[in-house]
């Protein structure tokens, strides 16, 4: 499933080795290899990305862990990113970024706002599931969009608000085929949670499965079959021209999809971010940075 958004990527940044071989098998291209810590803003104004995409790591978010937020180690890097932003010559003019359900309610959160505030950028932000796409399967995560002035969103009524419906997506094109899959946020709670806390059973006839982890490859004896990491994949509505390496081992691909992003959902968020008011059609045409 692609996106149709008309960009390059100039650079992806990955510090795992294992998921670079991914990237590079399917890409054609190596990311940069390296603790993002280090970089400086030059090393950014160097690619001269007018856009970022950003998924920074989950694990001081996540409802399961100790939530320290931006005492975590591991949000440090994305809150260097963020300091950088602010002391660029030619700082992005477009930003998306993932994250977990909880991400939204973090102090990391409060100080994204902050600096895209200060910066001039504009805001779209959501909580948002495969199933609310049709896809049977549960991953809600969050998403923020952001633009920065005098670009604008195709659907500005939503400016600057966290919405947990992909109803406003629809109307940036006069299109409400997704209100026919739309949950609320108690539903998508309710159909995330595995069978017995941690246990998901499903069978031929269930209309969705839970989310995926990197975990999912552990086998409890008695439970049947995994899915095969191909149908995974197929939930993430990866395309079937994706692969693995010959030399990555089924626990290392179930763990890389259980850190996966939904195609669907991040291709249609895509195009709602490079829809609406573009400073010039080359602008619309700048590489992607990742």
């Given amino acids: 499933m692609a996106s149709g958004v008309p960009a390059e990527v100039v650079e992806a940044f990955d510090i795992n080795d294992v998921a670079n071989d991914v990237y590079e098998l399917n890409f054609g291209h190596r990311p940069c290899q390296g603790n993002i810590q280090t970089l400086t803003a030059s090393d950014l104004d160097k690619y001269k990305a007018h856009a970022w995409l950003l998924s920074p790591p989950c694990q001081p978010y996540t409802r399961q862990g100790l939530q320290k937020h931006s005492a975590d180690a591991r949000a440090f890097s ?3 990113i963020l300091n950088l932003m ?3 010559s030619y700082p992005p003019q477009m930003l998306f970024v993932e994250n977990v359900v909880g991400f939204e309610v973090s102090d990391t959160h409060d100080q994204l706002l902050e600096v895209l505030s200060s910066l001039k950028f504009n805001t779209q932000e959501f909580i948002l599931s495969p199933l609310q796409f049709g896809i049977p399967y549960s991953r809600p995560r969050y998403f923020c969009l952001a633009k920065r002035e005098p670009m604008c969103f195709q659907n500005p009524s939503v400016n600057n608000k966290l919405l947990r419906t992909p109803l406003a997506l629809s109307l940036t094109f006069n299109n409400t085929s997704l209100s026919n899959h739309d949950q609320d946020e108690e539903h998508l709670e309710l159909v995330c949670k595995p069978i017995k806390e941690f246990l998901d ?4 006839e269930s209309k969705r ?3 995926f982890t990197k975990s999912y490859y552990r086998y409890v004896k008695g439970t049947g079959s995994l899915l095969a990491a191909s149908e995974v994949a197929n939930l993430h509505s990866f395309p079937s021209s994706f692969y693995f390496p010959d030399h990555i081992s089924l626990r290392q691909q179930y763990a890389m999809l259980g850190n996966s992003l939904s195609v669907a959902v991040v291709g249609l968020g895509a195009v709602v971010w490079y829809t609406g008011g573009q400073k ?3 602008s619309q045409k700048r590489n992607m940075y990742q």
């Fill in 86 to 88: 602010q002391n660029m």
């Fill in 280 to 282: 010039s059609q080359q």
């Fill in 78 to 80: 994305f809150i260097k």
């Fill in 201 to 204: 059973i499903v069978h031929p």
């Fill in 209 to 211: 499965c839970c989310c």
